[in-house]
């Protein structure tokens, strides 16, 4: 078995190829990334001699260089992780996240189409499904809420979405969807909310919260969303999309002021700054299908993943610091210094 991993030296694309390579110790694993700013080489280094990883630097929009590894490889299975990732950075310039998350998803979809494989995964975002409002906590997403996307981000995972179905029911391609919630845990890259406090808390930086910082996120441990897609890979009906996250719903400020707590810094160094533009009130995920149909429950409790979390960024100042040295010190003065 070969299998494509796209993205696989970005946060959840490198904890699945890890999890794969020490699950099915078998299989073949790809990774295909174009190594963007959110792409770490760095982040493979355990695997990369391993005898069935094979590393290939490329975009996943170049249909010659996609062609040509499907050619080599003839994957059975592709699994989509690739893709711009970041709601800001969509607000400033969303150009890119169409043309790598859409279509980039066509190119990778036309290689399976032309050389044949057993499953395309793609691994989608809960952002599709727009935001709930606050005062409504009976309210779940479902796979049958209709998608209502409030960022360029997420526009362009939902088109994705939807070109991924229609190239299942026009051509018969076999896929599956996982849409899931909020992930946390290693080589999350530090422009996102989790590791960005961990990171100005180690260094007491100022702590940015967004508008209030009331806003709503279901927060699930990265291995966990690597289990479910494993499991919608072998045992998930194709045509089907899968709903994935943690009843783990929690506010912004209170996960900021827990890291303060956990790393003995002051919650003075909380700055509220002037809320992200279309900012989503609140995700949560009714993840039942998955559950009742593949038997998947989210195995880490927040308690333990976030101290887990905040361990491993301990123990590894110079994977982040490294990133944060460099060309994200421009991006976070153009994000941050004048909010
Ligand atoms: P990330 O930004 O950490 O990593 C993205 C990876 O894709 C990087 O390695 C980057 O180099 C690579 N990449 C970007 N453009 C590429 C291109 N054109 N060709 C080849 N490689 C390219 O992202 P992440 O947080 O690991 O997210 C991975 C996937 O999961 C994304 O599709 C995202 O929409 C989805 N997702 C993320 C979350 C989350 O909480 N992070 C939640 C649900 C879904
Ligand atoms: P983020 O990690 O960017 O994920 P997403 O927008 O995809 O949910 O942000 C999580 C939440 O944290 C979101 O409500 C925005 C907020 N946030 C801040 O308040 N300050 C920050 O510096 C960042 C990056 C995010």
Not at 26 to 31: G, I, P
Not at 70 to 87: I, L, Q, T
Not at 134 to 161: G, M, Q, V
Not at 202 to 220: A, F, S
Request: aromatic fraction near 10%.
């Amino acid at each position: 078995m070969t299998v494509i991993v796209t993205g696989g030296a970005g946060f959840i694309g490198s904890n699945f190829v890890f999890h794969m390579l020490d699950k099915h110790p078998t299989y073949r694993v790809v990774c295909l990334d174009k190594l963007t700013y959110a792409g770490n080489l760095s982040t493979l280094a355990p695997v990369m001699e391993a005898p069935n990883f094979r590393f290939v630097r490329a975009d996943i929009c170049d249909r010659e260089a996609v062609n040509r590894l499907f050619a080599e490889e003839r994957p059975d299975v592709v699994v989509n992780f690739a893709a711009e990732s970041h709601v800001d950075r969509s607000i400033e310039d969303p150009g890119v996240f169409l043309q790598t998350n859409i279509l980039g998803t066509q190119t990778l979809m036309d290689a399976c189409r032309k050389y044949g494989v057993a499953r395309y995964h793609q691994v989608s975002t809960d952002e599709v499904y727009g935001d709930l409002p606050l005062d409504r906590p009976d309210l779940f997403f479902t796979e049958t809420t209709p998608l209502h996307t409030s960022s360029p981000y997420s526009a362009s995972k939902a088109s994705a979405d939807l070109l991924v179905l229609a190239y299942h029911r026009t051509y018969g391609l076999p896929v599956t969807i996982s849409r899931c919630s909020n992930n946390y845990g290693p080589y999350h890259f530090p422009e996102k909310l989790i590791p960005l406090m961990i990171a100005n808390c180690l260094h007491d930086r100022p702590l940015p919260v967004y508008g209030k910082g009331e806003n709503v996120r279901d927060w699930l441990y990265v291995e966990d969303h690597c289990k479910a897609i494993d499991l919608i890979l072998h045992n998930g009906r194709v045509g089907e999309v899968y709903n994935v996250g943690g009843h783990n719903e929690m506010r912004n400020i209170d996960i900021v002021k827990l890291i303060c707590r956990k790393l003995g810094k002051p919650e003075s160094l909380i700055t509220y700054v002037t809320d992200r533009k279309g900012h989503d009130m609140r995700y949560a995920i009714d993840p039942t299908k998955i559950h009742t149909e593949l038997g998947w429950l989210p195995e880490t409790k927040f308690e333990d993943g976030i101290q887990k979390t905040i361990d491993w960024y301990l123990e590894n100042r110079d994977w982040w610091e490294t990133i944060i040295s460099g060309e994200y010190m421009h991006y976070y003065e153009k994000m941050y210094g004048n909010r």
